[in-house]
């Protein structure tokens, strides 16, 4: 494993932002760590960095204990959030700013520090000052001095949140690449589950300082195992609504099953698993159209059901003749359930399929 | 009309008061290059043969005066390069590491500054006099110095406020080390606070007369101590005398604020006025 954290425990006064942390990454891999604002990403990472201390728990870098050594010890290529440039140093200056620290040959700085401008594509840039470049070549370049750092550990925090959304899918894109050629570790953490998407190839979920989720990025998009994990995963973001019985019948928001498993208080339905339709059925139910957002490729669809709001995706655009205040029939894919414990949030075992009550 | 009327009014008073302020000034600039005769002359002559006698004379007959003027120049330099330097690193650690009670030890530090000299002059002449220290150029340095530094911490620490925290932590993060961090990485942002805090202190010190009149003596003189001394030395009033060393010593000052006056304004704001500088 290249880094593997056990038990890390951090607060700030009464508020304890990580609770006995366990985690590890994998070698070379691309691994996206999702989570809320507030979710203890950030501190994790400044705690591998070296940033700052742990209250408890240890850390390993490619096996090394480095729970406490100093920051400058500690071979992690860092990426922060802010981008932190020196404002009285050149372009060219910041990037190679790791590599001069290291008291690396001016020549050899000079050679990585063209080829990580040219990687990011602000090679036109080098001999400007930061407070010339805009947002997203600010970006660029912290990314570009975090690279430089001699090590096969890179640590990028929400490296990319603020900037406008072409300039995100490019940079994802680039920094996908970066990582498969350099065979590096990288672990990046967003708040944004599009962008953990679209990057992971595995996918960390991090919720209230614990990990309720880690694997391969399809298989958490497809089998949430907490219903934080199907919230925080997934765009347009998932339905999650609360179950109740009334006698044998279950109530599943909207929805009338015949069953629920034992302990179910939410069930989650992703918004592509609902359909308009024709034809009323027990899995189907009313509702009315509050928002449409036209996505291009696909539509996104608020509705108010019976007091419940869900939120559709239908694939194509527009192409469905509804509009908005429209009432419309919904029915749901019946394999689409996916129940959650009231107490523990965790996964139930799956009723692969769920029948409608008896009308 | 109305508006260029009130632009030409406005600029008239203010040119009036500045020229009001300056008139002492000119007078004792213009009498530096005067004779005796017409310095005391009334009506006071306007149009005259200006003459360097009195500069001459303060540069070749005044046996003091060369000393005078380089323990003012040495005792100010050294004495703000101190303070500066101790300043920088004491205003770094509050900013930085936050010690508990940082607000009430800030407090206390300028309160130093709070009394007047001659609240503290007695008991610093009797440290001074039983210690040996009176008439010695490192002790009155390092007493203008540590006079100086609260001023200067809280100059600096207001600019040391505004450098983002991130910016040590990429330093850290990077293989840095807490030198490097400061003198590296936060020193070079701060440079408008440190020329701040220099030039303030450089005022303070050179403009010193009471202590080293009373803790200094005739090895450590400086210009202000030869300007009250010198004045009656003749009997009466040596105006030549005054106006050639006045001339001299109100130039440096002058010239420093002229250059970095830009500085001195976000000094006087605590580094709360960054846009300009």
Known sequence: ?359 | MSDRFRRGAYYTLLWSVSLLFFTPVAWIIMSSFKTREEILATPPTLIFTPTLDNYIELFTQNQNFLQQLGNSVVMSLSAVVIAVLVSFLAAFCFSRFKPKGTNFLMFILLSIRMLPGPAVILPVFLMFANFGWKDQHIPLVLFYAMFSIPFSVWILKGFLDGVSVRFDETGLANGGSWFHVIFKVVLPQVKPGLIAAFIFNLIFVWNEFLFNFVIGGVQTQNIPYALAVGTYSDGGLNWTFIAALTSIYILPPVAFIYLFQKYLLAGMTFGTVRGEV
């Open chain 1, 1 to 359: 494993m290249s880094i593997s954290v056990t038990g890390l425990t951090k607060s700030y006064g009464s508020n304890t932002v990580l609770d006995g942390l366990d985690l590890a990454v994998e070698e070379g891999s691309f691994t996206v760590m999702c989570g809320p604002t507030g979710s203890g990403k950030s501190v994790l990472l400044r705690l591998l960095v070296g940033l700052e201390a742990p209250d408890a728990g240890s850390m390993t870098l490619n096996g090394v204990d480095i729970t406490s050594t100093r920051a400058a010890e500690r071979a992690v290529g860092y990426v922060p959030q802010s981008f932190a440039l020196y404002p009285h140093l050149s372009v060219k200056a910041n990037i190679g700013y790791p590599l001069k620290l290291a008291k690396r040959p001016s020549s050899e700085i000079a050679k990585r520090v063209d080829w990580a401008a040219g990687v990011l594509a602000i090679t036109h840039l080098l001999d400007k000052t930061p407070d010339q470049l805009s947002g997203g070549e600010k970006q660029r370049t912290a990314v570009a001095r975090g690279l430089l750092k001699e090590t096969d550990i890179f640590l990028l925090d929400d490296p990319l949140v603020g900037l406008d959304y072409k300039l995100r899918e490019r940079l994802m894109d680039e920094l996908k690449s970066i990582q498969q050629d350099l065979k590096a570790t990288f672990l990046y953490t967003t708040s944004d589950s599009l962008e953990a998407l679209t990057m992971a190839e595995k996918l960390m979920v991090l919720d209230n300082g614990a990990v309720i989720q880690k694997g391969d990025v399809f298989d958490v998009y497809r089998s949430p195992a907490h219903r934080r994990a199907m919230e925080l995963v997934g765009f347009p973001k998932a339905n999650v609504l609360p179950v109740l019985r009334d006698g044998g019948a279950v109530q599943a928001g909207p929805f009338k099953l015949d069953s629920a498993p034992e302990g179910a208080a939410f069930v989650g339905l992703r918004p592509e698993a609902l359909q308009i339709t024709e034809t009323a059925d027990g899995l189907s139910t009313k509702a009315q159209v509050q928002l449409i957002e036209e996505l291009g490729g696909e539509e996104v669809v608020y509705l108010q059901a019976v007091g419940h709001g869900l939120t559709m995706a239908l694939a194509g655009d527009g192409a469905n003749g509804t509009a908005e205040g429209d009432d419309v029939v919904v029915r749901v894919d019946p394999t689409a359930f996916v129940f959650f414990d009231g107490d523990t949030g965790n996964r139930l075992a799956a009723d692969t399929h769920v029948k409608a009550a008896a009308q």
